[in-house]
C-alpha cells in the first residue's frame, strides 16, 4: 500500500517545519501547494524539498478563494498515483504511534476506505489541550476528530467550498460512512488555536488567535498525559512552549482575582 499526502498551506512557518517531519518517513509522496504565504512558509518548505526532493512535490499556486481552494484539492487528488491520500493542514503534527497505527489499519482492514483521526486542539501551548466547546459530530459520535485517511475509489471528490468542504463519492454523497470507515485511537496534534505565523492575528502574546474567541483564553485547558510528538522533543522549543504556558496561567489567576 502506498499513500500521498495532501497539503494546502497559507502562512504557517510556525509548525509547517514539523507537520511535514512528522509524517515523511511513513508515507511515499508529499503534495504541498501554498496559497500565497506572506511569511517564512515558502523558504521553510523548499528546504524540505532540498532535503526530501524524490518525495515532495511543491507548488506555489498564489492567492485563492473559498471556491478556488477545493479545487486546488481536487487537483491534488487528479495528481495522486498511490492507493491512499492522507489530508494534512500546516498546523497538525502526528506521533509515530499515530502514523503506525493508521497504516496498520489500512493494511489489516482490506473493507475500510476511510479512516477519522481524533486530535488535541491545543491551548497555550504544545503541552495542553482544549477541552470542552467546538466537538464535531460524525457517524453518531461526538469528539474532536477528523476524516483524514482516503482510499482512491473511483469518482472520490472534494465538494464544498473552504471550511465547508468534504470528501465526496461518486455518488455525490460524502465519503465516509459507517461501513467503510474506521475511527483511530491514537491522537495527532492540532495547532489551530496557536499563533502559526508571525504576522498571524493574535489575541495576546500567547498565540491564541483572536477568532477562536475569549472564552478559549480563559479556559487554558489540560495539560496532555502523554508525550509529545517525537519532532517536537527539542530543549529550546520546550523551553519556550512551557514559558508562554506558565505567564498564560499567572495571567489567569490574576483575572479571575478581577473578575
Known amino acids: 500500500m502506498q499513500l500521498t499526502v495532501h497539503c494546502l498551506i497559507k502562512n504557517e512557518e510556525n509548525f509547517i517545519f514539523y507537520a511535514i517531519k512528522s509524517v515523511v518517513d511513513f508515507v511515499d509522496k508529499i503534495i504541498i501547494f501554498d496559497t500565497g504565504s506572506t511569511d ?5 518548505v523548499k528546504s524540505l524539498v532540498n532535503q526530501y526532493p524524490h518525495k515532495i512535490i511543491f507548488e506555489e499556486k498564489g492567492d485563492c478563494n473559498k471556491s478556488q481552494h477545493t479545487l486546488l484539492r481536487q487537483e491534488m487528488i487528479e495528481k495522486t498515483k498511490t492507493e491512499w491520500f492522507m489530508v494534512l493542514d500546516g498546523d497538525e503534527i502526528w506521533t509515530k504511534r499515530g502514523m503506525e497505527e493508521a497504516l496498520r489499519s489500512i493494511h489489516e482492514s482490506p473493507a475500510v476506505e476511510c479512516l477519522i483521526a481524533p486530535f488535541y486542539l491545543l491551548v497555550g501551548d504544545v503541552f495542553h489541550r482544549h477541552y470542552k466547546a467546538g466537538a464535531i459530530e460524525m457517524l453518531g459520535k461526538k469528539d474532536f476528530f477528523y476524516p ?19 470528501v465526496f463519492n461518486q455518488h455525490n454523497t460524502v465519503f465516509f460512512n459507517q461501513h467503510n470507515t474506521l475511527i483511530l ?9 496557536l499563533q502559526r505565523s508571525a504576522i498571524d492575528n ?9 477568532e477562536k ?47
Do not use: C
Open 40 to 44: 517564512k512558509t515558502v523558504a521553510i
Open 185 to 193: 485511537q491514537s491522537k495527532f496534534w492540532h495547532a489551530s488555536h
Open 148 to 166: 483524514r485517511f482516503f482510499k482512491m475509489v473511483k469518482g472520490i471528490h472534494w465538494h464544498g467550498d473552504y471550511d465547508q468542504d468534504m
Open 213 to 259: 474567541s475569549i472564552n478559549t483564553y480563559f479556559l487554558i485547558g489540560r495539560k496532555i498525559q502523554e508525550p509529545v510528538p517525537e519532532v517536537f522533543e527539542d530543549k529550546k522549543l520546550s523551553f519556550i512552549n512551557s514559558f508562554v504556558y506558565f505567564w498564560l496561567w499567572i495571567m489567569k489567576k490574576i483575572l479571575k482575582k478581577i473578575r
Open 202 to 210: 493574535v489575541f495576546s502574546s500567547g498565540g491564541l488567535r483572536s
